[in-house]
T-cell receptor
Framework: DTAVSQTPKYLVTQMGNDKSIKCEQNLGHDTMYWYKQDSKKFLKIMFSYNNKELIINETVPNRFSPKSPDKAHLNLHINSLELGDSAVYFC???????????????FGPGTRLTVL | AQTVTQSQPEMSVQEAETVTLSCTYDTSESDYYLFWYKQPPSRQMILVIRQEAYKQQNATENRFSVNFQKAAKSFSLKISDSQLGDAAMYFCAYRRWGRGDMRFGAGTRLTVKP
């Protein structure tokens, strides 16, 4: 019954590694997002996809690459992980009907990434 | 650029009492949406309440209500009859019409004392 799910919930890895976080929503929404929450709890948008098309790409290092195989999934791949990438990453989804930004966003449980 | 400011890093309330969390925002847009999200220790982001800027009437959800002052760009959250389960980080967020991402404030940590 989970609306927006993320895997894994916890991820501990070494600097320089490549890792992926997966997100799936079963709400039938057409727009999905990735947010980053830093150690001070500040939440910031990273990417947004509408019907598998990238519509928001904030100033994020190109080591971060989102991939949307279909509108129910938005995965986040991170290359060459750095210490500063340690954070909680949230996936969210909404029904935006072409990116109009009208509807409420529902968040996944977050993935706590720790880079050692 | 739109910014959201929560000037109270921490707030405390006695159980069953009322508390108000402040939020101000900066925008030149006329159509937008405002939200309050709650993040308990479980880390889950939970929608508390939302307000459309074109609506003059303040949104209400059970014990939660907002005081939306569009001209002042203020959007405070009032929690009535506070319960222990209300203890959490509360985030105010802004979302412009036509752009899907939300801009969040820095959060207010609410403690509820028994």
């Amino acid at each position: 019954d989970t609306a927006v799910s993320q895997t894994p919930k916890y991820l501990v890895t070494q600097m320089g590694n490549d890792k992926s976080i997966k997100c799936e929503q079963n709400l039938g929404h057409d727009t999905m997002y990735w947010y980053k929450q830093d150690s001070k709890k500040f939440l910031k948008i990273m990417f947004s996809y509408n019907n598998k098309e990238l519509i928001i790409n904030e100033t994020v290092p190109n080591r971060f690459s989102p991939k949307s195989p279909d509108k129910a999934h938005l995965n986040l791949h991170i290359n060459s992980l750095e210490l500063g990438d340690s954070a909680v990453y949230f996936c969210a989804s909404s029904q935006d009907r072409g990116g109009a930004g009208t509807d409420t966003q529902y968040f996944g449980p977050g993935t706590r990434l720790t880079v050692l | 650029a739109q910014t959201v400011t929560q000037s109270q890093p921490e707030m405390s309330v006695q159980e069953a009492e009322t508390v108000t969390l402040s939020c101000t925002y900066d925008t030149s847009e006329s159509d937008y949406y405002l939200f309050w999200y709650k993040q308990p220790p479980s880390r889950q982001m939970i929608l508390v309440i939302r307000q459309e800027a074109y609506k003059q009437q303040n949104a209400t959800e059970n014990r939660f209500s907002v005081n939306f002052q569009k001209a002042a760009k203020s959007f405070s959250l009032k929690i009535s009859d506070s319960q222990l389960g209300d203890a959490a980080m509360y985030f105010c967020a802004y979302r412009r019409w036509g752009r899907g991402d939300m801009r969040f404030g820095a959060g207010t940590r609410l403690t509820v004392k028994p």
